[in-house]
């Protein structure tokens, strides 16, 4: 009884920490991790351009959140996050309807991680070129 | 206790599909707003990093973006961002409370906040896209 309560939960930190699941263990907490800052941040920009409505007093002050450089980290790591989150998303459509392809899953995982993080150090580039 | 090789979860990594019904429905939602989201989104934020830049970003951004000759366009496009983006996030958000929040009343009073926090941004997202006017001391170049 004790085990079929266990399967039907999803692991706990020290689980997640200790189960030795491979590559495909890190991608899926990345991708939730990921997912879930991810929200976070829409949350607060649907927020952020609900306030475009009363004027460009009201919204410019807020910029601040996004023009500060203390702030900067977490703009990094949600560029991370939306490339990460699209491109093992789209790894993980690609082995949902095309089976075969799970062959190829650590490579692609690799790949996708690289992008992401290929790309993420451009936008961090221009935070120079176009500041 | 958890399967030890992909094979034995009967998964290769991603959620399995469910039998039927609407968590069915759900999971292919997932699969295709995804793939939507990877064009508009990522689009989104590498346009508004790269071409824009996050410091040119102003009040004056968005009066040019909704207001310009390719106003229509760009509350489409928003519009679309809005719906699938903060669908896909929220339906995300549910599939966590399920596996980590077993307690009836927890479970449900949990999805219940998530589900009027998601139709009070909707809302507060299409309010503003479809009745944006920009001040008449800010003109569209």
Known sequence: ?131 | MYPTTPRESGTFGARPRPAGGFELWSWYFMRISGAVLLLLAVFHLLWMHLVIGLDNITFETIVRRWTGPLGAFWRVYDLALLVFALTHGMNGARWVINDYVHRRGWNLGLKSALGVLYALLMLMGAYVIFTFQAPPTIVAP
Do not use: C
């Open chain 1, 1 to 131: 009884m004790k085990q079929r309560a266990a399967l039907r939960t999803a692991p706990s930190l020290r689980d997640t920490l200790s189960y030795r699941g491979g590559v495909g263990q890190w991608a899926w907490l990345l991708h939730r991790l990921s997912g879930l800052g991810v929200l976070l941040f829409l949350v607060l920009h649907v927020l952020d351009i609900f306030l475009a409505s009363f004027g460009p007093e009201v919204f410019n002050k807020l910029l601040f959140l996004y023009h500060s450089w203390i702030f900067r980290p977490f703009i990094v790591l949600l560029v991370f996050g939306v490339l990460y989150h699209a491109l093992n998303g789209l790894r993980l459509v690609i082995v949902d309807f095309w089976p075969a392809a799970n062959v190829y899953q650590k490579p692609m995982w690799v790949g996708a991680t690289i992008v992401s993080l290929v790309v993420t150090l451009i936008t961090i580039a221009a935070f120079f070129w176009e500041g």
